[in-house]
C-alpha cells in the first residue's frame, strides 16, 4: 500500500510543478507531509531535510550571491567576459563549460553548481546570459564531467565502484584510467550538444522570478540613481572580495581535511552580515525560502520513493527482460538506460549501491565482463537531468533557473538520449571490441 501512495504523491508533485498554480515549495511540503500523514514517512523523515547539508549549502550560496552582487566587481566581470566573448551569450556559457570541467575533477555536483550559481544569477541580471540558458548547462555538464579525469573525484568514485563490484562478488576492478577513456568522449558529445542544440531548445527567460529579483532591481535603480557602478570599490567591497575569495578557496581545502563543505558558505555569510556588508533583512531576503522549501520537500519525497522499494521493483523487472542469453551491446544498453531512469528520482548512491552489484552478479552468470556492467551503471546512475526529484543539483536549477517542467524534458531527453548511447557504444567497444 505504500508503494502505491508514494507513487501517487510522485504523481502530484509532477502535475504540481507542471500546473505552476502553487508555488515549487508549497507543492513539495505539501506532497511530503501527505506521506508523512499516511504513515509512509515518520516525522523526521518528512522534515528533517531542513538541516540537510545541500539546503543549507544553496541557502549560505544565496547570501553570499547577494553579498556580491551589490560589489562594482560585477559589472566590471561582467563586461570584461562579454569582451572576451565578442558579445555572444553562448561563449560566455563555454567559459562556464571550462569552469564546471575543472571544479568537477574536485568537487560533487551540489558544491560545483553553488559555486557558479551567484555567477550564473548575476550574469543574468545584467543581461550577459540568461539563466534559463547557464544554469541547465552547468549542472547537466557536471554530471558528465564529474571525476572523469584521474584526479580527487576520478579516484574517489573509481574506488567506490569497485566496492560495489566486490560486493556483488567478482575480484575484478576498474582500473583509474579506464574511468577517463570511457567518459571523455561522451563528455565532449555532451557538450557540443548543449552549446548548439540544446541551447536553442532552452527558454530565452525565466517563467518564474526569484524572491530576490525584485530586491536586485531595486539595487540596480540604487546604484545608478547613486552613480556607484563606475567609482573604485569601497572598503565593504573589498571585505565582500576577501571573505567571497577565502570561501572558495575553502571549500576546495576543506574536503580533503574531512570537515563538512557546508560551513564554508555558512560562515561566509555570517560575516557578511557582521561586517555590515548586508543587513539583516536583505540576508533574509536573499534565501529564496521557496527554493529551499522545494529542495527540502524533494529530498522527503525521494527518500519515500527509495524506502518503498521502488528501485528494487524496476532492478526485478530489468533482469526479467534480459532473458537467458542476451548479447553483451543489450545487457549494457539495458544496465546503463534502467539505472538513468531510476536515478531521476533517486539518489544517485544509492541507485549505485543497488544496482551495481546486482548487475555485477548478473554479468558473471552471464559470462560477460563485469567491469563493463559496472560501468554502464556507474555512468547511467549520474545521468539523471530529466527530473528536479533526482538530485540536489536539478532542484537548484529547476528552482532557480525559473523553468517549466516540460523546460527540463525538451533538451534532456535528447541529451540523455545522445549521451547515453555514446557511453554505451564507448563501453562495448573498449570492453568487447578492442
Request: glycine fraction near 8%; proline fraction near 5%.
Amino acid at each position: 500500500m505504500e508503494l502505491y501512495i508514494t507513487l501517487a504523491v510522485f504523481a502530484l508533485l509532477v502535475v504540481g510543478f507542471v500546473m505552476k498554480r502553487f508555488s515549487l515549495g508549497t507543492v513539495a511540503l505539501f506532497c511530503v507531509t501527505i506521506l508523512y500523514l499516511t504513515g509512509v514517512l515518520t516525522f523526521d523523515e518528512t522534515y528533517a531535510n531542513f538541516a540537510n547539508k545541500n539546503v543549507i549549502l544553496v541557502g549560505s550560496m544565496f547570501v553570499l550571491s547577494a553579498g556580491l552582487a551589490k560589489t562594482p566587481l560585477v559589472d566590471k566581470l561582467n563586461a570584461k567576459i562579454l569582451k572576451q566573448a565578442g558579445g555572444s551569450p553562448r561563449r560566455v556559457l563555454f567559459f562556464f563549460f571550462l569552469a564546471v570541467i575543472v571544479l568537477m575533477q574536485f568537487l560533487p555536483p551540489t558544491a560545483t553548481l553553488t559555486m557558479l550559481l551567484p555567477f550564473a544569477l548575476i550574469m543574468d541580471k545584467k543581461g550577459g546570459l540568461s539563466r534559463t540558458k547557464s544554469l541547465y548547462g552547468i549542472t547537466t555538464l557536471t554530471f558528465m564531467w564529474q571525476g572523469v579525469l584521474p584526479l580527487s573525484m576520478g579516484v574517489s568514485l573509481t574506488a567506490q565502484l569497485n566496492g560495489f563490484m566486490s560486493i556483488g562478488g567478482t575480484n575484478a576492478t576498474v582500473p583509474l584510467m579506464d574511468r577517463f577513456i570511457v567518459g571523455f568522449f561522451p563528455a565532449i558529445i555532451g557538450m557540443i550538444f548543449l552549446l548548439t542544440i540544446g541551447y536553442r531548445m532552452l527558454p530565452e527567460k525565466p517563467m518564474n522570478t526569484l524572491a530576490t529579483d525584485k530586491y536586485d532591481q531595486e539595487l540596480d535603480e540604487t546604484q545608478e540613481s547613486l552613480q556607484l557602478t563606475d567609482t573604485k570599490s569601497t572598503k565593504k567591497d573589498k571585505i565582500t572580495y576577501i571573505i567571497f575569495f577565502l570561501a572558495m578557496v575553502l571549500m576546495f581545502v576543506v574536503p580533503t581535511a574531512n570537515v563538512e563543505i557546508t560551513v564554508i558558505p555558512v560562515v561566509a555569510a555570517l560575516l557578511l552580515v557582521a561586517f555590515n556588508v548586508l543587513s539583516k533583512e536583505e540576508a533574509i531576503l536573499s534565501l529564496n525560502m521557496d527554493i529551499l522549501f522545494m529542495l527540502a520537500g524533494i529530498m522527503g519525497l525521494s527518500t519515500a520513493l527509495d524506502k518503498t522499494g521502488v528501485a528494487k521493483m524496476v532492478a526485478d523487472f530489468m533482469i526479467h527482460i534480459l532473458g537467458s542469453n542476451p548479447a553483451p551491446l543489450l545487457v549494457i544498453a539495458i544496465f546503463y538506460f534502467v539505472p538513468c531512469i531510476v536515478s531521476q528520482a533517486f539518489s544517485n548512491a544509492g541507485t549505485m549501491a543497488l544496482l551495481i552489484p546486482l548487475s555485477v552478479g548478473t554479468a558473471i552468470r552471464m559470462g560477460i565482463n563485469p567491469a563493463a556492467v559496472g560501468m554502464a551503471v556507474m555512468f547511467g546512475a549520474n545521468a539523471d537531468a530529466l527530473l528536479p526529484v533526482g538530485s540536489p543539483a536539478m532542484a537548484i536549477t529547476f528552482g532557480a533557473g525559473g523553468y517549466k517542467f516540460t523546460d527540463l524534458l525538451k533538451p534532456g531527453v535528447f541529451l540523455m538520449a545522445l549521451y547515453g548511447c555514446a557511453t554505451i557504444a564507448t563501453i562495448y567497444f573498449y570492453y568487447f571490441v578492442f
